[in-house]
């Protein structure tokens, strides 16, 4: 056991033109942990991911990845971003955008390995993409792209998987099955979800992330329908599950 | 058309026009699907226009001051890379100062040109024909610079296919994955300046926006992915100036005009051919 956190997140406030966004955030996420990162919209998910992954510097307070400054580290986090604002005139196939998770893995220069081939095959693999290798990415369904974005991130085999909303365009079944894949992931790396919806989450992770300007940290088995009702301020729909290691 | 075909072999004059198309050609497929897909044409048509005020200022040191090895072309070069430079930096640190930073060097650099052009004594006709292309004045010195720039460009392009490509897709991700992107993107704005210099001597100032957008566009229609639409264009800019001298060279036309009316004409067939046949099917 590495005795270093994956995520060691110290006091940290961060502020857009002034408006604060996070005040004082204080925690730690474990190695091979699974955590979910939740709260409201606009209660500062995106900004506190982008903040672990060095994108925004905190205001105040200080954040290590994996022992490390955030900007240092981020090549071996794997990161699906959300709401992608990506053009879908681009002339890519879905492999040209798995293989772009294997940049930072290898030299700088000329094509990609055999190497870099078969890791963003497997990655596609994984997330049952492989079969659309060969299609433009912009043929795909709103669900496939996003299938092809965890895939990228997957592609560069990371210590740590960052996910914002990763099942915001998926239905059900494919909710589960990604969730299913994350859980048993999550017994050799770390992965981050972040997602809006407690309820489906916390039958999987291990911890919750409440984000909504200041952060809480709750093991799963503790968050009920009151630390819901604090977090969002209203009533909330909690979602009756079982726990699956009790 | 028969003309060219007897006289091509006859006048190295016109075998150094198709050469100066193909090397052009070859750099403006490649650059011009970066173009087109990051769309950055804006930036393109602004760096092309400041090439008038390296052009110019470049004569007025050689006239006025004996710089004599100060060839036009090279304060071309030099233009366009200060202006893709400042497009590029003002872009990163201001992202919304981008668009008022290209209208403004767009005029200006044309404007120091026209100054230049005017305080320089002496014959200075040829500077203004850059402005419409001078294909078929290009002498076997001009050659030689083009062929490097070409080569260059086209070399950097390769090596660094999968960070331009990623940079281009999505920045953000090429960033988390260690790539630097602010160092791609502003040398990929200097290439472009260097195509455009390539591209000024064959189509002239004023329509290079044209030349370096319309073949890859085509490209674009066609393809599925990005070295594909590269190759794809390379051709199909080597097709147009190709074509474009020989239909201008018969009738005495402007051959920079020419070429960029083929351009225009295979484009807008090829826009609306692929949305009939698809409405057919």
């Given at each position: 056991m590495s005795p270093v956190d994956a995520v060691r997140v110290s006091h940290v406030s961060f502020s857009y033109d002034g408006t604060p966004v996070l005040e004082d955030v204080h925690f730690t996420i474990p190695q091979r942990s699974f955590i979910s990162i939740v709260g409201p919209n606009a209660g500062g998910k995106t900004t506190l991911l982008k903040l672990m992954l060095g994108l925004l510097r905190p205001s105040r307070g200080t954040i290590e990845i994996l022992g490390m400054p955030p900007a240092k580290a981020r090549t071996r986090i794997g990161y699906m971003p959300q709401h992608v604002q990506l053009d879908l005139q681009f002339p890519v196939t879905v492999l040209d955008v798995a293989l772009?998770?294997?940049?930072?893995?290898?030299?700088?220069?000329?094509p990609y390995s055999r190497a870099d081939r078969a890791g963003a095959l497997e990655a596609l693999r994984k997330l049952e993409m492989q079969d659309l290798a060969g299609r433009p990415f912009m043929a795909l369904s709103g669900g496939q792209r996003q299938r092809v974005l965890i895939a990228r991130a997957l592609a560069s085999e990371p210590q740590m998987l960052f996910l914002d909303e990763p099942t915001a365009n998926v239905d059900m079944v494919v909710e589960t099955e990604l969730f299913e894949l994350l859980h048993e992931m999550s017994k050799t790396i770390t992965v981050v979800v972040v997602s809006h919806d407690l309820g489906f989450v916390s039958q999987y992770v291990q911890s919750v992330v409440c984000v909504n300007r200041r952060v809480m940290v709750h093991p799963t088995a503790s968050v009920t329908g009151e630390v819901i009702r604090d977090l969002y301020l209203s009533d909330v729909c909690m979602v009756r599950h079982h726990h699956r290691d009790g | 058309m028969g003309e060219f075909l007897t006289d091509l072999p006859r006048y190295p004059f016109l075998q150094h026009a198709l050469l100066v198309g193909a090397l052009a050609g070859v750099a403006c497929g490649i650059i011009g699907s970066y173009v087109v897909t990051k769309k950055i044409s804006t930036i393109a048509g602004s760096i092309s226009h400041t090439v008038l005020g390296g052009l110019g200022a470049a004569r007025y040191c050689q006239v006025v001051h004996g710089w004599d090895w100060f060839h036009p072309l090279y304060g071309a070069v030099l233009a366009a890379l200060i202006a893709a430079l400042v497009i590029g930096l003002v872009g990163m640190k201001a992202r919304q100062r981008e668009d008022t930073v290209i209208g403004a060097l767009w005029a200006v650099g044309m404007a120091a040109g026209i100054l230049f052009i005017s305080r320089t004594p002496g014959y200075s006709e040829d500077l203004m024909s850059y402005l419409f292309g001078s294909i078929l004045m290009v002498s076997a010195g001009d050659l030689w610079l083009i062929a490097g720039l070409d080569l260059f460009v086209v070399v950097v392009a390769a090596l660094f296919y999968n960070q331009f490509l990623a940079v281009c897709f999505d920045e953000e991700f090429a960033r988390l994955r260690g790539v630097r992107v602010e160092g791609f993107y502003l040398l990929l704005l200097c290439m472009t300046a260097l195509t455009v210099v390539l591209l000024v001597t064959v189509v002239g100032i004023i329509m290079v926006i044209a030349i370096i957008t319309l073949p890859a566009a085509v490209a674009g229609e066609f393809t599925k992915r990005l070295w594909h639409m590269m190759l794809l264009s390379a051709l199909l800019t080597v097709a147009f100036t190709t074509a474009g001298l020989a239909l201008s060279y018969g009738p005495d036309l402007p051959a920079g005009a020419t070429i960029i009316a083929v351009a225009g004409t295979v484009y807008l067939a090829s826009v609306v051919g692929v949305r009939l046949f698809r409405l057919k099917r």
């Open positions: 772009m998770g294997r940049l930072g893995r290898r030299l700088p220069i000329g | -």
